[in-house]
């Protein structure tokens, strides 16, 4: 009760709040994370879904991937939340910096945010690997098998694979944002996957509040900690 109080208090006084999140800000949506106990990792599948959503992978048997990615990876249809909207707001409101996450789900626009950093890339953005031309993520989630455009090149999800790189402006404007930050949120991630993790090393302040439903690597490095879903946290924002 004290440090929700604690909490509202901070982002009642801060200017700079900058949102650092992972899957589990999209659970709550209807999406499936990856590390909880009904997560896509606990779930039985031919290979390690790690291996799977690999690059390697993805050239060695693109037939599988796509199989896999559709089934598993593609969330369309899916609705912002509680989390989602109240960060719109704060955005509106103009005390929010930007918010630097993992997911791929595009739920943080369709919410109505615009400064969203998306270090593994989006679903929505498609383009094929031989002309560049952009298609849908309904064209990619149609293709009964692997993806081609009209001019015979696969249509690859702009997403980041397991053994690609980042997107280096995505990273700079991410760390620049992490930097200016006068209050940290860092909020449904298991901070295992790097270097997106290792980013919100690069906070400066005393304000980090962590919320997430399991233990992190990081909670002995913040400043507040909620082990509670995010939801019954941003009802009271
Ligand atoms: P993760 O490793 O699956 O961890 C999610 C964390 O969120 C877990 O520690 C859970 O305890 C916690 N959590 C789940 N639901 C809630 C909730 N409602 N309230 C509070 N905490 C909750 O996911 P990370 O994002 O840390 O891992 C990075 C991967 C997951 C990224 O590469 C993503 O692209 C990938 N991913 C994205 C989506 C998406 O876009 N919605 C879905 C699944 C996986």
Request: with cysteine; net charge neutral; proline share 5%.
């Amino acid at each position: 009760m004290q440090n929700l109080k604690t909490l509202q208090q901070w982002v009642k006084e801060s200017k700079r709040i900058v949102f650092f999140g992972g899957a589990g800000v999209s659970t709550e949506s209807g999406i499936p994370d990856f590390r909880s106990v009904d997560g896509l990792y606990r779930q039985k599948f031919e290979y390690p879904p790690e291996q799977i959503i690999s690059h390697s992978f993805y050239l060695r048997d693109p037939s599988y991937f796509f199989r896999f990615y559709r089934e598993k990876m593609l969330p369309l249809d899916f609705d912002p939340n509680i989390t989602h909207t109240v960060l719109a707001r704060w955005e509106q409101e103009g005390k929010l910096l930007g918010i630097v996450t993992q997911n791929i789900d595009g739920l943080h626009q369709k919410a109505g945010n615009t400064r969203v950093y998306e270090l593994h890339g989006s679903v929505l953005r498609n383009y094929c690997v031989k002309c560049g031309k952009f298609h849908t993520a309904q064209f990619v989630k149609n293709h009964p098998d692997v993806p081609r455009c009209d001019c015979g090149g696969i249509v690859k999800p702009d997403v980041v694979l397991y053994e690609e790189p980042l997107n280096a402006q995505v990273m700079d404007d991410a760390i620049t944002a992490i930097a200016n930050a006068d209050l940290l949120i860092v909020a449904g991630t298991s901070l295992t996957v790097y270097p997106a993790a290792g980013l919100i090393r690069y906070y400066n302040g005393n304000r980090m509040v962590l919320i997430n439903r399991d233990e992190t690597p990081y909670d002995s490095h913040a400043n507040l900690v909620f082990h509670q879903s995010l939801g019954e946290i941003f009802k009271e924002l």
